[in-house]
């Protein structure tokens, strides 16, 4: 990397020259006055390398960095390895841009075809993509998949999804003129007797998250059976991390499978950039959108990598694609790919595990605190629901006087939960942590 080189008064008049025009704004000539600025941008005035970096760091001073997290709420704290980012910040590996060109794009080619074969392997799925952006819009892509297989219209969406991909549905599905339904919980999952009073003719897919953003597991199989029955597609979201100890999308009878592979070597960052994961059933790979590695043989008989089973222009004809991701989020998916080569089976199992023995121990110190009790009776994976006494705003600004991040406000997106708290626990959360957050909440 390099640093920042201004061009000088010179520079200006050769280029200007160059193009054959006295000044810059004649580059701009075909805009109206009316809508140019004219004056200068509201920026402060320019400062050294050495200001610079005092002011970024007085910026990040400012962070809750040392403060205890327990929230998560679609965005987790998990410990990433110091491999991860020592592969993910070689030079060869910055550009963004889709390796259309297979004689010089090798490296490349196999770490997403790497990455594709774990994504499989831990979803128990045929086949999966080069990514998409994220968690949300990886969901949207598999209901336009679902009403494109199907001629039907309606998806069914548990309303124990992520509240955000929720609102990514709405947007993209009301665009293309699908309707979406929600399906209402009880006890923490999916309430079965209303999918079967809303299931019909005309339901193009059935979608759920498990783990749910309760934290708690569906009846996925009960669930997507009764899809199948109607002749619809069985779509689950899943936490990455909680499938190194629950039975993968596949076994359960999902058609296809995807989630967010954040918790899988990416850190929180502020919300992003995500990489949405998404594989399928080896019937469906035709309809999968994005990119799709393939392996093969060059003509000396050596293993090579191409994109492969979709041309280019599939995805650039506007209304007529059944997609329009075209690119994919190659940095953040080979973090993927180096963080599960990293830990391996073996270790994303422990680690699985670690998070969940951890949240039932929470759970339990918490609930038997006077004033805090558990929702729901549902099983949980690594996050919870406290119903609590006071608003749950109080209580977290009384956490945070105490250096701790308290849980997800459920009542912003279920106004039926009235004071009560999302809580997540993983790895990161040392015993000591635990107790820190317990003992804050007795003060409560």
Avoid: W
């Amino acid at each position: 990397m390099h640093p920042y080189i201004p061009i000088t008064e010179n520079d200006k008049k050769e280029m200007l020259s160059e193009v054959g025009i006295n000044h810059i704004k004649e580059l701009f000539k075909d805009i109206p006055e009316e809508v140019k600025l004219n004056r200068k941008l509201n920026l402060p005035e320019p400062k050294s390398e050495l200001e610079v970096k005092r002011h970024l760091k007085n910026l990040s001073d400012k962070n809750a960095s040392d403060f205890l997290c327990f929230r998560g709420a679609g965005a987790y704290n998990h410990f990433i390895p110091s491999v991860v980012k020592h592969v993910i910040t070689r030079s060869e590996f910055y550009t963004a841009y889709t390796p259309y060109q297979p004689e010089i794009s090798q490296g490349t080619l196999q770490t997403i075809f790497e990455y594709q074969t774990m994504i499989c392997e831990l979803t128990g799925m045929d086949a999966s993509n080069a990514s998409v952006y994220d968690g949300a819009t990886a969901a949207a892509e598999a209901a336009f998949m679902c009403a494109d297989i199907t001629g039907r219209n309606k998806i069914l969406v548990a309303s124990t999804v992520n509240p955000e991909t929720k609102k990514v549905l709405y947007t993209y599905c009301g665009a293309h003129g699908l309707e979406i339904s929600e399906l209402a919980y009880k006890n923490g999952i999916t309430d079965v007797g209303e999918l079967k009073a809303k299931i019909d003719d005309n339901t193009a897919g059935i979608i759920t998250q498990s783990p749910n953003f309760f934290g708690c597991i569906e009846p996925c199989k009960e669930l997507f059976e009764l899809g199948h029955n109607s002749g619809g597609i069985a779509v689950m979201s899943a936490n990455p991390i909680s499938l190194g100890i629950l039975k993968p999308p596949a076994e359960l009878g999902a058609d296809i499978a995807v989630g967010d592979g954040q918790p899988i070597g990416n850190p929180v960052s502020f919300g992003g950039p995500y990489v949405g994961f998404m594989a399928v059933k080896e019937k469906l790979v035709r309809r999968l959108p994005g990119r799709i590695v393939g392996e093969t043989v060059d003509k000396d008989g050596k293993r090579g990598f191409v994109l492969t089973l979709q041309a280019r222009e599939q995805h650039i004809r506007r209304e007529k694609a059944s997609s329009n991701i075209c690119s994919n989020q190659a940095l953040n998916a080979l973090a993927v790919g180096v963080y599960l080569s990293s830990v391996g089976k073996k270790g994303l199992r422990q680690i699985a595990q670690i998070c969940a023995q951890k949240a039932q121990f929470t759970a339990e110190k918490i609930s038997s605190i006077k004033g805090f009790n558990l929702e729901f009776a549902s099983p949980y994976f690594h996050e919870f629901v406290i119903r609590a006494e006071k608003p749950v705003n109080e209580i977290n600004k009384l956490l945070m006087t105490n250096g701790i991040i308290g849980g997800y406000e459920l009542e912003k997106d279920y106004p039926e939960l009235k004071n009560c708290v999302l809580y997540c626990v993983t790895e990161t959360s040392s015993e000591e942590d635990i107790d820190r957050l317990v003992e804050a909440l007795n003060r409560v």
